[in-house]
T-cell receptor
Framework: AQSVAQPEDQVNVAEGNPLTVKCTYSVSGNPYLFWYVQYPNRGLQFLLKYITGDNLVKGSYGFEAEFNKSQTSFHLKKPSALVSDSALYFCAVRDRGSNSGYALNFGKGTSLLVTP | ETGVTQTPRHLVMGMTNKKSLKCEQHLGHNAMYWYKQSAKKPLELMFVYSLEERVENNSVPSRFSPECPNSSHLFLHLHTLQPEDSALYLC?????????????FGEGSRLTVL
């Protein structure tokens, strides 16, 4: 089975401060890991993914994520938050050894609120 | 624009109605998905179609019936739904050969069952 956990329902941060949105995963093999963002009344938009190689992955809108195999984590980060980053963030995983097709398993989402 | 279009964006129906959600992708992908999004719950995978064949059905009640007539179109037929079925239904597509590839989502159909 493959799953992700997002332990925080909401993260609050002041504009200009660094932000971190946490994600831990559980897979039987090696993971493919993804982050998506959802703005109000919109679908999910892809931010970044980890496949292999460098543990620090850079994505859209200045976001990056760090893959940590020993801690089975893939936290999303940004050095300086913007008010426009306020949205719902989803972590997702696919076990590269899985026979369950190409669908992704998503977490429940973390609401990020950036205040001016 | 993500290249995945869902209609209608909003739907209100009674428990005895029959309605359908439509999804169309313009990306040339060969796999399509239905997910259900409820507040404060993980996205629930409902159905997966690969090359127009259903390859996954995650114990979804029979009142939800998917249809994939070709690789560009996906439908979700709804019949005698329950109020707890009210949710945002998201369609997505991907290219099978790139197993590392991300899913591309539509903007969703907000369903309210009265």
């Amino acid at each position: 089975a493959q799953s992700v956990a997002q332990p925080e329902d909401q993260v609050n941060v002041a504009e200009g401060n660094p932000l971190t949105v946490k994600c831990t995963y559980s897979v039987s093999g090696n993971p493919y890991l993804f982050w998506y963002v959802q703005y109000p009344n919109r679908g999910l938009q892809f931010l970044l993914k980890y496949i292999t190689g460098d543990n620090l992955v850079k994505g859209s809108y200045g976001f990056e994520a760090e893959f940590n195999k020993s801690q089975t984590s893939f936290h999303l980060k940004k050095p300086s938050a913007l008010v426009s980053d306020s949205a719902l963030y989803f972590c997702a995983v696919r076990d590269r050894g899985s026979n369950s097709g190409y669908a992704l398993n998503f977490g429940k989402g973390t609401s990020l609120l950036v205040t001016p | 624009e993500t290249g995945v279009t869902q209609t209608p964006r909003h739907l209100v129906m009674g428990m005895t109605n029959k309605k359908s959600l439509k999804c169309e992708q313009h990306l040339g992908h060969n796999a399509m998905y239905w997910y259900k999004q409820s507040a404060k719950k993980p996205l629930e995978l409902m159905f997966v179609y690969s090359l127009e064949e259903r390859v996954e059905n995650n114990s979804v009640p029979s009142r939800f019936s998917p249809e994939c007539p070709n690789s560009s179109h996906l439908f979700l037929h709804l019949h005698t739904l329950q109020p707890e079925d009210s949710a945002l239904y998201l369609c997505a597509s991907s290219q099978l050969e790139t197993s590392t590839g991300e899913l591309f989502f539509g903007e969703g159909s907000r369903l309210t069952v009265l």
